[in-house]
């Protein structure tokens, strides 16, 4: 997800090198949303902990990536046209939380067909001579297609979907190195899920295993834990449906580019806005160590459309948020959809010591959510939460991106992304074809965003909606306000809070960093611990795999390289035509001995339908770094084998 202090370092970064041109206005930083990515790169400290704190080189890898992306479509900006549509892709997605859904009138639900959104949205880029280039694509389905229990760093089913698309376009390119760019974005996304047969209990031994989980709760036995949603290839595998997922993406951005979707010229003028909102106002002097200041301080108020005075409030986190999804179970007694805390009375003693007792203020603003985190009132060792987000809007002619500092469930989505276009045509500042997308989580990671109806069932994404039950309603109030600053005869600046403080000089990283690397008595770096089959020729389908002494890929993130390749013997010279970005191969690094330091790398290569016979091998790249000196580069190679037709 997009994340501030991330955000901040890249508009640093490039406002200095392009100054006037990219400013903190119109740089955005969205996202594809993936789970199997890596993480400490967000400066609040609550998503910090699975991480073990900030990691440093996580958000200097992704600062350094995205400038330099950057520079390179500036160094190659050329004449070009835009033409835009959307498409209906089905099975690719469903509702995790379908029973807060339903919560929702039922005259609004009935206006759409499905309890999700089921359209691909798609800005195409065509270069003077008609040529495609590119694309932006934007549609919800959360980054889960693979499980809690992989440890491969991955981008799930939209940078899977982008690899399909890039790789059909120019087949010969390795990834990374394509011209065409497919971009798979993420939009409402909160309460979708790529696993599409739905979620079942996984209980043996148990009367319940097999059987769906319970509707309103997502429990199996009264417990999250068995609760699993299972993906279109769950008989194979999590990685056989992450394939499916990104095929159906892939399709219908293939679609819409083949021209069997009907894309509409883009014209018109281009435009952003960008300010800070403090969903929490502090009263002068506030520091947070007095509860008897909290009980009289002011939240965030403003007005609804109906004239009625609403109010957001300090970030808190309520007891569903520890139920965690059917993508990915809590643990305890926590379940989903339950507004009381009777469920786990332990935790409402030892809450306290955790974050801050919430004060009857407080209390009183996320009701009916019974809070186990009082994030907002969590300002030891740093912020837990933020209190103030980013909200921006970019305009390309008649195409307008809503940039959202969160997760929008679907119907929160349709909400905003229906109150922006009224307010786009009412102002007349874009006519009927007012196209609205959203782009999130991005910028700020605010956590969730539902509807109110679907806040008060306190499912997993109610009781992350970090604001209270008016988080949705002063999104709304705030984007639509900034409407009009999307004129091209627009005039004057829009009112904003302060930027958020920089963090990261606070920032506390548990991780243990790289000691040394060592290599067994009698082995080297990079030497072949198990070796491929070079007796008997491999054919398509089989997995070829070998085993290399190895060193700490923390040690070397490779960028703009890989750690490994499959070399194809051509005239008698070794030629690399897999990287460790094809999805048909694995790098695998295991710690073996931490006192001694050794550790392994495993190597595997499913081999593709019509790959051409011939003489292969594999080549390892790595770093170790002694005890004493300089971190060092080695390689190895494994055997040679064969593969037949």
Request: charged residues 15%; hydrophobic residues 35%.
């Amino acid at each position: 997800m997009g994340d501030t202090g991330v955000r901040r370092t890249i508009v640093s970064e490039l406002s200095t090198q392009y100054p006037g041109l990219y400013t903190n206005e119109n740089i955005a930083l969205s996202s594809t949303h993936q789970h199997s990515g890596v993480g400490g790169y967000l400066e609040d400290l609550l998503p910090q902990l699975t991480s073990l704190g900030y990691v440093k080189q996580t958000a200097d890898a992704i600062v350094a990536g995205t400038v330099l992306a950057v520079q390179r479509a500036h160094d190659s900006l050329a004449p070009g046209t835009l033409s835009l549509g959307n498409t209906t892709v089905l099975d690719a997605n469903i509702n995790r939380s379908p029973s807060a859904y339903l919560a929702n009138p039922a005259d609004e639900r009935a206006r759409f067909e499905y309890d999700q959104d089921k359209e691909l949205s798609l800005l195409r880029f065509d270069d003077a001579q008609g040529n495609a280039r590119g694309f932006l694509s934007f549609f919800p389905v959360h980054g889960t297609s693979l499980y809690e229990n992989n440890t491969l760093v991955s981008g799930d089913n939209k940078g899977m979907a982008a690899y399909l698309y890039e790789s059909s376009v120019e087949p010969a390119a390795m990834p990374g190195n394509n011209t065409f760019v497919a971009g798979f974005a993420q939009a409402n996304v909160g309460d979708t899920s790529p696993n599409t047969l739905g979620a079942f209990c996984e209980s043996p031994g148990e009367a319940w295993d097999g059987l769906p989980c319970s509707f309103e709760h997502s429990t199996c036995g009264n417990a999250t834990e068995d609760c699993h949603g299972r993906g279109p290839g769950f008989r194979t595998s999590d990685f056989a449906s992450n394939l499916i997922i990104a095929q159906k993406q892939a399709d219908g951005a293939q679609t819409l580019m083949s021209g069997n979707g009907a894309l509409a010229s883009v014209n018109g003028p281009v435009g952003w806005v960008h300010v800070y909102l403090n969903m929490w106002v502090s009263i002068p002097g506030f520091d947070g160590s007095s509860l008897n200041v909290l009980v009289d301080r002011s939240f965030h108020s403003f007005q609804l459309p109906n004239g009625t005075t609403v109010e957001t409030c300090p970030p808190a986190m309520g007891y569903s948020f520890a139920g965690g999804t059917t993508d990915g179970p809590g643990a305890f007694d926590f379940i989903q959809g339950d507004n009381s805390s009777s469920q786990n009375p332990f935790w409402e003693i030892v809450k306290g010591f955790v974050t801050p007792l919430p004060p009857p203020q407080q209390v009183a603003c996320h009701f009916p959510k019974p809070i186990l985190l009082d994030t907002g009132y969590a300002h030891e060792p740093y912020e837990w939460s933020p209190s103030t987000v980013d909200i921006q809007i970019l305009r390309v002619g008649n195409l307008v991106m809503l940039i959202i500092p969160g997760e929008l469930t679907t119907m929160a989505g349709r909400r905003i992304r229906d109150a922006v276009r009224t307010e786009l045509i009412s102002s007349g500042i874009i006519g009927d074809d007012a196209y609205v997308v959203i782009a999130g989580p991005a910028n700020t990671y605010g956590h969730y965003i539902t509807t109110p109806e679907e806040y008060a069932v306190q499912r997993y994404e109610g009781a992350s909606t970090l604001y209270g039950p008016h988080t949705l309603d002063a999104y709304i109030d705030k984007y639509t306000s900034l409407v009009q600053y999307l004129a091209p005869n627009a005039t004057g600046s829009p009112v904003s809070d302060p930027a958020p403080v920089d963090q990261t000089s606070k920032a506390i990283s548990l991780q243990t960093a790289v000691v040394f690397d060592g290599a067994p008595f009698g082995q080297q770096f990079g030497q072949v611990i198990a070796d491929v089959n070079t007796g008997t020729a491999y054919k398509a389908g089989d997995t070829v795999v070998a085993q290399f002494v190895g060193a700490n890929p923390r040690n070397n993130l490779r960028l703009e390289d890989t750690f490994l390749t499959v070399d194809q013997q051509v005239n008698g010279a070794w030629q690399a035509v897999r990287s460790d970005s094809h999805p048909s191969t694995t790098y695998q690094w295991l710690r073996t001995d931490t006192v001694l330091g050794y550790s392994t790398v495993n190597i595997s290569w499913i081999i593709e339908d019509a790959t051409p016979s011939g003489t292969y091998r594999f080549t390892y790249f790595g770093d170790y770094k002694p005890i004493i000196g300089k971190i060092t580069a080695f390689t190895g190679h494994s055997s040679t084998f064969t593969i037949s037709s």
